[in-house]
T-cell receptor, first 116, second 114 residues
Framework: DAKTTQPNSMESNEEEPVHLPCNHSTISGTDYIHWYRQLPSQGPEYVIHGLTSNVNNRMASLAIAEDRKSSTLILHRATLRDAAVYYC?????????????????FGKGTKLSVKP | EAGVAQSPRYKIIEKRQSVAFWCNPISGHATLYWYQQILGQGPKLLIQFQNNGVVDDSQLPKDRFSAERLKGVDSTLKIQPAKLEDSAVYLCASNLAGSYNEQFFGPGTRLTVL
């Protein structure tokens, strides 16, 4: 399985932008880059995903390097509610309904602390 | 829309006892997953169901863990007998058919084995 590398922890100030890096040098052409986050005492929740182009949604932006060997999750204005563990996951694009190829394989993620 | 429901939220047992966890996925979600999350680590997939069939149980310790989803809706995960190293949060997740779709997670059950 393709692996990702993330810093163990990062700190941010409230209302400032946060850039969470992820390295995935062994990514293959069929791997999507997914981000999930896990707030304290909750299950993980989906944040965003992309393949080659940068992506934006209401929660965050995903910037993908041209060679796709790294990506950055951008929170435009961090709030205290954004304090969580952020997981960067490579997921095989599969149209195999019911197959296991696209399963999520979590690493340890990056623990983001947000200071008021 | 109701989310993934799990019960109980907390459970404390002694080693060698048995325990069962219950999960009710989001209505209409054909795929259901059970994960184990040990403190300080990311979740690890134990088993994946598609409707009432098992797709992947390669990381399920089958000597002590079992899971079923008899009617293709809710599911139970059982541990018998429990060991100290089974202390973890057990997460249930579901998604629409197609393993690449966004997964929705429940709040988890925190198991402590003494």
């Amino acid at each position: 399985d393709a692996k990702t590398t993330q810093p163990n922890s990062m700190e941010s100030n409230e209302e400032e932008p946060v850039h969470l890096p992820c390295n995935h040098s062994t990514i293959s052409g069929t791997d999507y880059i997914h981000w999930y986050r896990q707030l304290p005492s909750q299950g993980p929740e989906y944040v965003i995903h992309g393949l080659t182009s940068n992506v934006n949604n209401r929660m965050a932006s995903l910037a993908i390097a041209e060679d796709r060997k790294s990506s950055t999750l951008i929170l435009h204005r961090a709030t205290l509610r954004d304090a969580a563990v952020y997981y960067c996951i490579l997921r095989v694009a599969s149209i195999d309904y019911g197959g296991s190829q696209g399963n999520l394989i979590f690493g340890k993620g990056t623990k983001l602390s947000v200071k008021p | 829309e109701a989310g993934v429901a799990q019960s109980p939220r907390y459970k404390i047992i002694e080693k060698r006892q048995s325990v069962a966890f219950w999960c009710n996925p989001i209505s209409g979600h054909a795929t259901l997953y059970w994960y184990q999350q040990i403190l300080g680590q990311g979740p690890k997939l134990l088993i994946q169901f598609q409707n009432n069939g098992v797709v992947d149980d390669s990381q399920l310790p089958k000597d002590r863990f079992s899971a079923e989803r008899l009617k293709g809706v809710d599911s139970t995960l059982k541990i018998q007998p429990a060991k100290l190293e089974d202390s973890a949060v057990y997460l249930c997740a579901s998604n629409l058919a197609g393993s690449y779709n966004e997964q929705f997670f429940g709040p988890g059950t925190r198991l402590t084995v003494l």
